[in-house]
């Protein structure tokens, strides 16, 4: 622990006028432009990344990373295009530079691991257009051990007090031949797609994270940390294997409008030399703001259970009438289950009027504040209390932001005064474009990623904070690491989750969870709403083993967690549900001990109120044999492991999915386990101590 900033380091320094790797690849990549300089040049503690900076002759700026010796991305552009004055590209020198270091420790509210190192050397380079009135850009680079982020700085300048980008023409320039996971990005659905995993030059515009693996065996996560007041980052490839920014578009105007002095969100790069590591990478944490909010304690991690699967499987309805869920009944139900089960929270949508009628896409109808008169709120939020369960509530927009924003504060101040201390949001709108409202009162429809929505998403946030209330985004933007800085953002979807098992259009096919794992999951946490022991959605079969869905909970991370079938489903399974009912949601320590993109992974996460370990091991659709030393058990301790592994029939077809083998092993951390793996398959297990292993 402990902080440290030098004002300069050896490995951190201004080599003026060293000549840059030639820009002219055979492949295509890097920048054809006039010979460059190295500017400026920064590595990461242990010495092995190194970013380089450089003019070219027509003073553009360009950044460049080596990893041991090996260039790994190009000479790659930087700068923008601003439609209220010239590019802040080319013309530039060099008008100084900085470097520093840093090495802290923090502690995580809640999360995948308590304590969190943030080590990394920093270099910020000052650059000047003195053809244009001398306006002044700067780019900060920070080199970590597992990768790099760097952003722009606009200083204050009588010269350009207001920046109007059009574009962004930060450039990734792969250079080793690389295959790529990726999702559409800039699409219509939420950013629901599935993954494709395809050669890099195949990539047409991706959603960020987006991983890719060289021929060499180096992989590269790209995406953004700390996402505010800007829009979101889509990835576009130019050509070849060189992507570039595409911001997400504005409707009101060009893509990002700032007063200066302003600095845009981080772009990142974890770049590893294994598949596990990417996936325990700060990256994205270190690369936030501490702490805003003070104390949060009262942002609690928890285990759930709603009125929500029911509406998806269209046994009940979200709207009003006979089939309405959202009964002050039902809602009881749920309670009384909630509790004998040990859930702390109960989720009920279609509480409040609006449902009646088309509401996604416009949403202009929604009340936040005013209930359905068969839904006795005050009744049912009091009689959770009295029972340890809280209400969480649920604010529906159909992507009318506008008309959101008009109750937000209302909405909130009731859900404070009820004990909701946790709300799930939702933004089901239509074609990519939420209705908001212009400075000047106008509404307008503009793209969910934008400038004007990302405001929004942590307006909301920011404004539930002031009530106590923690908030998991459905149909979000996404996540860039905000919650360190705002602790009550606890999840949101943001990818396809289990809902798409209900509607099957498609069915998420076996290597989905995988995918997200080395995709969406890099982002931070994600509802995805596991659990479903009956492997069934509305007349569709869950591609799924139900070992598979128990170690959904350990693999997939949120602090909350849903636990998605129906009380009377769990009923059917209630040895399975054990371990939904025992998995925690909040850990000191979260390890990946195997993987590999798009196939499989296994996490071993400690709890942080015991001394319990857990481990959930998911694969795709290949059946797979995955020794697994036991090595982070507490050495000298003897535990309990209880194992729910797929049986030697379960498959991805029918009855055999229900194949599971429920059993008790003793294990010390001198063990391996041997997990098998069926198609689709998964396996959970709880670690519980036993006491002092004998000698
Ligand atoms: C989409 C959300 O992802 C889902 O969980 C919710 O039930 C519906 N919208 C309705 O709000
Ligand atoms: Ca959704």
């Known amino acids: ?340 089960n040990g859930f702390r929270g109960v989720l009920v949508e279609g509480w409040n009027k609006g449902w009646d009628g088309v509401w996604y896409g416009d949403g202009k109808d929604f009340s936040f504040t005013e209930a359905y008169p068969d839904f006795d709120i005050r009744a049912l939020s009091a009689y959770g209390l009295k029972k340890g369960v809280h209400l969480i509530g649920h604010h529906e927009t159909g992507g009318n932001i506008a008309h959101y924003e008009d109750q937000m504060d209302d909405a909130f101040k009731l859900d404070e005064s009820l004990g909701i201390d946790s709300v799930k949001t939702g933004y089901v709108h239509e074609f990519g474009a939420a209705q908001m409202r212009a400075a000047d009162g106008s509404i307008f429809y503009g793209n969910t990623d934008s400038q004007q929505a990302v405001e929004h998403y942590l307006k909301n946030v920011v404004t539930a904070a002031k009530y106590h209330v923690a908030i998991d985004t459905h149909e979000p933007v996404k996540d860039t690491g905000l919650r360190r800085t705002y602790p009550n953002w606890v999840s949101r979807e943001g990818a396809r989750g289990q809902e798409y098992n209900a509607w099957g259009n498609p069915i998420n096919p076996p290597e989905h969870d995988v995918n997200l794992v080395f995709t969406r999951m890099l982002s931070g946490p994600m509802d995805y709403t596991p659990g479903v022991l009956t492997l069934e959605g509305n007349k569709k079969d869950l591609l799924s083993t139900q070992a598979k869905q128990l170690a959904l909970y350990v693999v997939l991370y949120s602090p909350i967690q849903m636990a998605a079938d129906l009380p009377e489903n769990y009923a059917k399974y209630p040895k399975a549900f054990q371990f939904i009912k025992d998995v925690a949601v909040d850990w000191d320590q979260s390890l990946v001990l195997n993987g590999e993109i798009g196939d499989y992974v296994t996490f071993a996460r400690k709890d942080r109120h015991s001394d319990n370990w857990f481990l959930g091991s998911i694969t795709d659709e290949n059946a797979r044999t995955l020794s697994v030393p036991l090595a982070f058990l507490t050495p000298g301790i003897t535990y309990t492991a209880e194992i729910y592994r797929d049986g030697p029939n379960a498959d991805l077809k029918g009855d055999a999915r229900f194949d599971i083998v429920i059993e008790k092993q003793t294990v010390t951390s001198a063990d391996a386990l041997t997990l098998k793996l069926a198609p689709g398959g998964g396996e959970a297990i709880r670690f519980v101590p036993q006491g002092k292993a004998k000698k």
């Not at 244009?132 to 200083?155: A, H, I, S």
């Not at 709207?319 to 002050?328: L, Q, V």
């Open 1 to 340: 622990m402990g902080f440290k900033i030098n004002a300069c380091l050896v490995s951190v320094c201004l080599l003026a006028l060293a000549p840059a790797v030639s820009p002219a690849f055979a492949d295509g990549v890097g920048i054809a432009a006039p010979a460059s300089s190295i500017i400026a040049t920064a590595q990461s503690p242990d010495g092995q990344l190194q970013v380089d900076i450089s003019l070219d002759g027509e003073g553009r700026a360009a950044y460049q990373v080596t990893r041991k010796g090996h260039l790994v991305i190009a000479p790659s552009r930087l700068g923008f295009v601003l439609t209220n004055g010239p590019k802040l590209d080319g013309k530039f020198t060099l008008g100084g530079m900085s470097s520093a270091s840093h090495d802290e420790t923090w502690e995580q509210p809640w999360g995948e691991r308590r304590f969190v190192r943030d080590y990394y050397n920093e270099v910020r380079v000052d650059l000047v257009q003195a053809t244009y009135d001398n306006r002044k850009m700067t780019v900060v680079f920070r080199v970590f051990d597992d990768g790099v982020g760097f952003r722009y700085e606009l200083p204050d300048q009588a010269q350009l007090k207001q920046a109007k980008i059009s574009e962004e023409l930060t450039e990734f320039a792969v250079v080793d031949k690389a295959t790529a996971l990726w999702a559409l990005g800039g699409e219509l659905s939420n950013l629901e797609y599935l993954y494709k995993q395809t050669p890099l030059d195949e990539v047409s515009q991706a959603q960020t994270p987006m991983t890719i693996k060289t021929e060499d065996g180096t992989y590269i996560a790209f995406h953004e940390a700390a996402l505010v007041d800007y829009p979101a980052m889509w990835i576009r490839r130019v050509d070849g294997q060189r992507l570039r920014t595409q911001l997400a578009p504005s409707a009101i105007g060009p893509a990002a409008v700032r007063m200066a002095p302003f600095t845009t969100p981080w772009r990142t790069m974890i770049i590893t030399d294994n598949a596990p590591a990417l996936l325990t990478s700060n990256i994205e944490l270190n690369l936030n703001e501490p702490n805003k909010l003070g104390d949060v304690s009262w942002v609690k991690p928890y285990k759930y259970v709603g009125i929500w699967w029911e509406m998806h499987l269209e046994k009940s309805t979200w709207a009003s009438g006979p089939k309405h869920g959202a009964t002050t009944e039902n809602t009881r139900k749920y309670m009384d289950f909630a509790a004998r």
